[in-house]
């Protein structure tokens, strides 16, 4: 909890607690602070063994880290854990991974590549979330416009069972789906319900896997509540679950509820997994 509560402070903004009673973090590291080039995204489960019996659980996200850069920072990380069995060592990897973007920044090595698009690499979103986008069908049509009437068929809708907290309630809605086509079409369908549509929010996220490319093409929408979407695909990745679209609703009783709605969001969305 120390620990914790020390990266909170010492990064600010930077750190993100993707969900707390899971223990499940992300750390945003750039070179700098001004105008950064290069960019991680550290995600990391605790385990309950941590940190005097068990390493924590780790992903390194960035469009550019591949091949050869990937497994020498992940030998680096292994190493300082070795090192320092049985401490806290969150900090000492976070700096450690600042500190190879350091060295890339003042290397002769071409500026990485932002403008790729969520098809080309999945995690191109950890670098940033995306802007509220007024139309959450829109953004798909341009997606699915080349493939106009492939996988029409809607796939079965679930629905989860809603939580409630100082007259907010929350509910998880899931839909297996392989095509952005599939995630539009059940994105419709749920719309046409009175009562989703009236949401103040309805947060999605989806992951879908592409054999062919062995990538994941995958996208979040925070629908105005601002990085809920970003949170809630973290989640999806950790969990690594695929070929899956998840909707969050929640209806705002008034209340404002600080960092408990996010814990909301992200609780109706694993039990909706889980089940």
Same mark, same amino acid.
């Given at each position: 909890?120390d620990?914790i509560?020390a990266?909170?402070?010492?990064?600010? =903004?930077?750190?993100?607690? $993707?969900?707390?009673d899971? /223990?499940?973090?992300?750390?945003?590291?750039?070179d700098?602070?001004?105008?950064? /080039?290069w960019?991680l995204?550290?995600q990391?489960?605790?385990?309950?063994g941590?940190?005097?019996?068990e390493?924590p659980?780790?992903?390194?996200?960035?469009?550019?880290?591949?091949?050869q850069? #990937?497994? =020498?920072?992940?030998?680096?990380?292994? =190493?300082?854990?070795?090192?320092? @069995?049985?401490?806290?060592?969150?900090?000492?990897? $976070?700096?450690?991974i600042r500190?190879?973007?350091?060295? /890339?920044?003042?290397?002769?090595?071409?500026?990485?590549?932002?403008?790729k698009?969520?098809? =080309?690499?999945?995690?191109? %979103?950890?670098?940033?979330?995306?802007?509220?986008?007024?139309?959450?069908? /829109?953004?798909?049509?341009?997606?699915?416009?080349?493939?106009?009437e492939?996988?029409?068929?809607?796939?079965?809708?679930h629905?989860g069972?809603?939580?409630?907290?100082?007259?907010?309630? %929350?509910?998880?809605?899931?839909?297996p789906?392989?095509?952005?086509?599939?995630v539009?079409?059940?994105?419709?369908?749920l719309?046409?319900?009175?009562?989703?549509?009236?949401?103040?929010?309805?947060?999605?996220? #989806?992951?879908?896997?592409?054999?062919?490319?062995?990538? %994941?093409?995958?996208?979040?929408e925070?629908?105005?509540?601002?990085?809920?979407?970003?949170?809630?695909l973290?989640?999806?990745?950790?969990?690594?679950?695929?070929? $899956?679209?998840?909707?969050?609703?929640?209806?705002?009783?008034?209340?404002?509820?600080?960092?408990d709605r %996010?814990?909301?969001?992200?609780?109706?969305?694993?039990n909706? @997994?889980?089940?």
């Open positions: 909890i620990e509560e990266l909170s402070s010492i990064y600010g =903004e930077d750190w993100c607690v $993707v969900d707390e899971e /223990k499940i973090y992300c750390i945003k590291i750039n700098c602070l001004d105008r950064p /080039k960019t995204c550290l990391v489960i605790l385990p309950p941590y940190p005097t019996a390493p659980i780790y992903q390194l996200n960035a469009p550019w880290l591949r091949g850069d #990937y497994m =020498e920072l992940a030998n680096s990380l292994e =190493e300082i854990y070795v090192q320092n @069995l049985g401490e806290s060592i969150l900090y000492l990897w $976070v700096e450690k500190e190879v973007l350091i060295e /890339k920044a003042q290397s002769s090595d071409p500026e990485p590549d932002t403008k698009t969520s098809e =080309e690499d999945g995690d191109d %979103f950890l670098l940033d979330y995306q802007p509220i986008q007024e139309d959450p069908i /829109k953004t798909l049509n341009c997606i699915t416009s080349e493939s106009q492939v996988d029409e068929e809607l796939p079965s809708i629905h069972n809603p939580i409630t907290d100082r007259r907010s309630t %929350f509910q998880a809605h899931l839909a789906v392989v095509t952005p086509r599939q539009k079409r059940v994105l419709e369908k719309y046409e319900n009175k009562k989703i549509a009236s949401a103040t929010h309805n947060i999605y996220a #989806y992951r879908i896997y592409c054999e062919d490319k062995q990538t %994941f093409l995958q996208d979040c925070d629908d105005g509540e601002t990085a809920a979407g970003g949170r809630l973290h989640l999806m990745q950790i969990l690594n679950v695929r070929d $899956v679209l998840v909707v969050v609703s929640r209806w705002y009783g008034g209340i404002l509820l600080g960092p %996010f814990k909301h969001i992200n609780n109706c969305a694993r909706i @997994l889980v089940e």
